[in-house]
């Protein structure tokens, strides 16, 4: 019997998830080269702050960084001709000035999130991060899969691990030091708790699987395979490893991990639900070739419910304890919004000789609505057509959906993500790779 509404929390939606949670481009990230203090090229702005001693700190914001912000925008949205440009920016209500104070605006949080990192000393270790990267990788159910979820977001595994993992878990330890610093621990498990016992009846009878995918057309040789496992002429392990064409799962004897954490086609789910412990299917045809299925496990809410997370399946726990990782608790937000709103930002006049402050005296008649000059970036990562220039978004969606990454202030901190939550991401469907998970 199918189980609908179950929660889901791989492919992309992993992903997704671990993006929605950081704030984009700490300590230089939002561009290619140099920081965001690096003052080579001009101060365009400075930031002052009072530390926890109540020592006011200044802070300066590069012009580098910013006009490298805008020239990457106006490439990769082919605005490089400066007539595109000043038309651009007029349909947006926008002036040269009003862009840069919007980047500005954007790198000022960033600043206050890597200033707040040193009042605490906070400092991020590579082995956190490869642990955060493990547990993402651990989402999928393949490497080809994981991969195609991180082209979706259009930055290479070194970007992802540099403005996503790294600020992420900048932010969680961050929030785990104001916490204490203020007496309060959040029970992330007491939360996990939590989070299963209302989902009892979506967990109740998920069933953990591996699989032997074959290509697809190679029906006759997947045919042959179920028979001999079947009848026990062929053990399990070593068919995995001499047909299996899914290179990431037959590792691990074609594990493919909880129906309860990880989104399969239809098809797979289908047949899988119908297996009862150590049951072996027969071939089933899905869009990701033509897979044997091994029910190896299947997991029933005890009598009396769940009243502790040593009743659950370890990966399960996992797959809760991370997307409640990823949201900060109120005291940490509200902190870090009274930090930013405390912070003093002096923005420099403009150069004249800035690349992108071109003439606009042809499109005057266009823009005499100009009213988001001290918006946020929102005008710039919104407008229809066009694509953000910052690295590492927060977020899983395309483009052309009007991201709007930049400008989030205290919201950012707050984890908020942009799919839905551990209550069950009804009708996400996270495509990709090669096996049996969408």
Known sequence: MLKLNRFKVAGALALTIALGGTMVGCGGNGAADGSIQDTSQGVAATVKVKDKDDKEVTLEIGEKIV????????????????????????DNALTPADVRTQVINYYEQDLLLEEAAKMYDVHVEESEVQEALQQIKDQFESEEAYQEALSATGMSEEE?????????????????????????????????????????SVLDGGRR??????????????????AQLQSGALSWDDAVAQYSVDEYTKENGGDNGWNTVTTFVDAYNNALVELEKDEISDPVTSDYGIHIIKCTDVWTVPEGGITSLDQL???????????????????????FSEFINSAELTINEMPENLPYNVDMSAYTATTDDQTQGTEGVEAVEGAEGTEAPVEGEPTAQPADEGEQPVDEGAESAEGEQPTEGAEGAEGENAEGGEGAAE
């Open 313 to 335: 399946p370890t990966e399960i726990v996992d797959a809760m304890r991370l997307q409640i990782e990823n949201t900060s608790s109120d005291t940490f937000t509200t902190w």
């Open 209 to 226: 699987s591996s699989h032997i995918l074959f290509a697809a057309g190679d029906d006759a040789n997947a045919a042959e395979v179920a």
């Open 160 to 200: 992802y691990i540099e403005k996503v993992l790294e600020p992420n878990t900048l932010q969680t330890k961050l929030a785990e030091a104001v916490e204490a610093d203020q007496g309060e621990t959040v029970d992330v498990d007491g939360q996990v708790l939590a989070m299963a016992q209302s989902m009892e």
């Open 67 to 90: 006009t490298q912000y805008v020239q990457d925008f106006r490439e990769r949205n082919e605005l490089t001709d400066d007539d595109a440009w000043a038309k651009w920016m007029a």
